[in-house]
């Protein structure tokens, strides 16, 4: 039987139809928890060293949240930095979509929570949970009501705490797993200057590879299996998403893929032949912070210039579940 995970051919995605407007990222913020956990420290607690951690992982260390912090906090404080860098008040901030599967509790959502922390008094508040792509699924169902008219400015977070729902003593996660918010503001253009292009979003039942169980307190994770399916999809979703928006692969400046591990960012890379110094890799210092990596990872890139207006920027991730997800994004305002 063929292997299931090997890399498809990408079927011809139908393109999509005469928007009435279209959507621009308008700005970016993050922000991480100060405490940092090395690998030696890891290490100590696995029974592994520091330079085992880094071979398999692509990491050094990792942010994790003291017991009293909040996600909250670091995702209003994220989105406070992209509002600014956007130019945009908080009260001009029509919807907040957040992606994450570790709220501070389960009600009121984090979005509400956030909202309310940066004063967005007259936003509408959604929570997405698809694990790892939850910032693209975020980003997908923001840019959708800016589009149809529906909404003027939104703001999607990427947050999560996943060190609260890990195994410390685990060899499969205990490595890889850290905390951090990223937040972007997505705002209105004309039809023709759109910079946000088809985002898609796929998800296959695979519960026993990378999952939480209902009542269990830490992550499980086939390291295998999860590496070679996040390779596979990441780089078979990195082909469609170029499809749909009519470019290919030499039309990217920067791939910003989730950062999961440095082995598979390499892994990606390799499989579609792109040189390294186009890929974004910033995990050695952050670790894996589910949701938040992609945006992160753009503040990273806006932060050491490789983030100039117009550039095109293709966006991708794997997460639990399984679910994954890109697409292609001309970074800057436009006309917004």
Not at 238 to 257: H, I, K, M, P, W
Not at 287 to 309: F, H, K, Q
């Amino acid at each position: 039987m063929p292997d299931e995970a090997a890399l498809a051919v990408p079927t011809p995605v139908a393109p999509a139809a005469p928007r009435l407007r279209g959507a621009a990222l308008l700005g970016v913020g993050s922000s991480l928890p100060a405490g940092v956990v090395t690998n030696d420290e890891v290490a100590a607690r696995i029974g592994k060293t520091d330079d085992w951690i880094y071979t398999r992982t692509g990491i050094r260390e990792r942010r994790h949240a003291a017991p009293g912090e909040r996600l909250t906090d670091h995702a209003a404080a994220a989105a406070r930095a992209a509002l600014e860098r956007a130019r945009v008040a908080a009260g001009e901030v029509d919807l907040v979509v957040v992606g994450t599967l570790t709220p501070d509790e389960p009600m009121p959502n984090a979005a509400t929570s956030i909202a309310h922390a940066i004063g967005a008094a007259r936003a509408g508040t959604i929570d997405v949970n698809a694990a790892c792509t939850g910032f693209l699924s975020a980003l997908a169902l923001a840019s959708g009501q800016v589009e149809s008219g529906r909404a003027e400015r939104a703001l999607v977070v990427g947050a999560d705490f996943i060190s609260r729902i890990t195994d410390h003593d685990s060899k499969q996660t205990a490595m890889l797993f850290a905390d951090g918010a990223g937040a972007v503001v997505v705002g209105a253009t004309a039809p023709e200057s759109a910079r946000v292009g088809p985002i898609l979003l796929r998800a296959e039942a695979a519960p026993d590879v990378l999952y939480l169980a209902r009542g269990a307190a830490t992550i499980e994770m086939d390291g295998h299996e999860t590496f070679k399916h996040a390779v596979n999809r990441m780089a078979e979703v990195t082909c469609e998403a170029l499809a749909a928006a009519g470019r290919s692969l030499d039309d990217v400046d920067l791939f910003v893929y989730h950062q999961a591990n440095g082995r598979i960012l390499k892994a990606v890379a390799e499989r579609l032949e792109i040189d390294e110094s186009r890929v974004v890799d910033c995990i050695e210092r952050s670790g894996n912070m589910s949701a938040a990596t992609i945006p992160y990872a753009l503040d990273v890139a806006r932060e050491d210039g490789r983030l100039p207006e117009g550039a095109l920027v293709l966006l991708a991730a794997f997460g639990g579940g399984f679910t994954w997800g890109g697409g292609l994004v001309e970074w800057g305002r436009g006309d917004a």
